[in-house]
């Protein structure tokens, strides 16, 4: 037949310098979005939400110099036992991960994929922890 099935599907692209309204015409094939984690989904690097957690608010200098130094498996593995050290649990750590904020607009954009997952298709690419990861997206 000539006639041929399209899905459409209306977005608005913003950034600080505009806001943009476009259409997509697609045949069959879903648009991938593909997100970082840190300083893209949650507002701040996930590994320094944790870190409030340690007493004081206040990551040692002995594990903060990993840190600088990149070294950022090594930082996080003294980080958490740190803070297990110290009476946090995995449970303490998880309920500030759900809690921390989405990046501004970022909730309306999850959701918007979420409502169109016959249109797109999701991924979240980063080297942020899988169950920080897990925790900050779950349905708030």
Known sequence: SKWRRERVC????HSKKETRDFKITMETKKILAVFDFDDTIIDWE???WVAKLCPGGQVPDWIFEKHQNRRYVEFLEHLLQYLHDNGISSKDILNLMATVPYTDGMEDVLNFIANTSD???CIVMSGANTLFIEAALKPR
């Not at 209306?10 to 692209?13: A, E, G, L, V």
């Open 10 to 13: 209306f977005c608005r692209y």
């Open 119 to 121: 249109v797109f298709d």
């Open 46 to 48: 996930s590994d320094e």
